[in-house]
T-cell receptor
Framework: KNEVEQSPQNLTAQEGEFITINCSYSVGISALHWLQQHPGGGIVSLFMLSSGKKKHGRLIATINIQEKHSSLHITASHPRDSAVYICAVRSGGGSQGNLIFGKGTKLSVKP | GAVVSQHPSWVICKSGTSVKIECRSLDFQATTMFWYRQFPKQSLMLMATSNEGSKATYEQGVEKDKFLINHASLTLSTLTVTSAHPEDSSFYIC????????FGPGTRLTVL
């Protein structure tokens, strides 16, 4: 069993739909990252969470430390949101800790 | 925000040659940089942790003599794939640490 599990693996949505991507992990963590990987491969860091909830534009990320679960929500989805969304947890302390990555969720938003 | 660049963005080489990939933090100093590898449809896997002025720490299963890492300054780390083989073809991504990790755009290596 992977230490970081994401669901779903693939997601197709119509433009405007509300999207949720889930991440569960089995290790102790100091932080959780949500990353966006574009088709060309480049990675953008969307959020880093250690508790609670963060919002940036149409993106919302939540984490429940007790349940070892995080969700990434996209409101009013748009075709430009199409990308692979990766959950990564930082085990170990400090800012230098190793990241463990999920396999990613491939999102395709149709116009 | 913090920017990390990689060069080259893609490279094609013959089997047996060596390839150097550069990772630069453009507007901040990073004492630690990380090198990841991603095979198609797989998650990123950490290869090594590069600390400025000291030897890199390699993950289990990563050959340090094959993947040479040099972190000579606070803004530059290099990964050299020595005697590359087709199985080394992959997407190599670096990140630099400043409170959080900032990722480079990646380098796609194809070994013929």
């Amino acid at each position: 069993k992977n230490e970081v599990e994401q669901s779903p693996q693939n997601l197709t949505a119509q433009e405007g739909e509300f999207i949720t991507i889930n991440c569960s992990y089995s290790v102790g963590i100091s932080a959780l990252h949500w990353l966006q990987q574009h088709p060309g491969g480049g990675i953008v860091s969307l959020f880093m969470l250690s508790s609670g909830k963060k919002k940036h534009g149409r993106l919302i990320a939540t984490i429940n430390i007790q349940e070892k679960h995080s969700s990434l929500h996209i409101t009013a989805s748009h075709p430009r949101d199409s990308a692979v969304y990766i959950c990564a947890v930082r085990s170990g302390g400090g800012s230098q800790g190793n990241l463990i990555f999920g396999k990613g969720t491939k999102l395709s938003v149709k116009p | 925000g913090a920017v990390v660049s990689q060069h080259p963005s893609w490279v094609i080489c013959k089997s047996g040659t060596s390839v150097k990939i550069e990772c630069r933090s453009l507007d901040f100093q990073a004492t630690t940089m990380f090198w990841y590898r991603q095979f198609p449809k797989q998650s990123l896997m950490l290869m090594a942790t590069s600390n400025e002025g000291s030897k890199a720490t390699y993950e289990q299963g990563v050959e340090k003599d094959k993947f040479l890492i040099n972190h000579a300054s606070l803004t530059l780390s290099t990964l050299t794939v020595t005697s590359a083989h087709p199985e080394d073809s992959s997407f190599y991504i670096c990140s630099a640490s400043l409170n959080t990790q900032y990722f480079g755009p990646g380098t796609r290596l194809t070994v013929l």
